[in-house]
């Protein structure tokens, strides 16, 4: 039974989370096919498709947190709850990921190899350094 202003809030914020549970979580699912694609299609297209398919999952995701977040009876205790959602948000946007387009897949892991160890300044990073038949060419 709702007793005052407090718990017409607690009981919108379970009615949201009940909601959006089975179809983030089936979002959630989608997320590896869609990264396996984007890295690894042979059509550009389908690429172009999984990439936008890996935007809309973390869009989701994004609307998911700030909407609860808003609604939330207090919002330090949905933040102290919610940490982990939150850094997985923080440190899987689609932006991060290198798309290189026209690029055979094993270049593009070669690529991204690169990319990351430029990132990061005790790496060095040689043509040598690629394995197997993949040519990395010097950006």
Known sequence: MAVGPAMNARERF???????????ALLALL?????I????????????IAHGLNWFVWLAFVAEYVGKLLIAPSRRSYVRGAWF????IA?????????HHGVA???AT????????RRNAAAQVREDD??????????
Not at 37 to 48: G, H, I, K, M, N
Not at 130 to 139: I, L, P, R
């Open 31 to 35: 997320i590896v096919p869609a990264l």
């Open 91 to 99: 440190l899987s946007p689609p932006f991060l990921v290198p798309v």
């Open 130 to 139: 690629c394995v197997g038949d993949v040519e990395c060419a010097a950006d």
């Open 37 to 48: 694609l984007e890295d690894s299609a042979a059509s550009a297209a389908v690429r172009q």
């Open 105 to 107: 897949p094993e270049q």
């Open 14 to 24: 379970d009615r949201v989370e009940r909601a959006t549970d089975l179809p983030l």
């Open 85 to 88: 959602d939150l850094l997985i």
């Open 110 to 117: 070669c690529h991204r190899l690169q990319d990351a160890a």
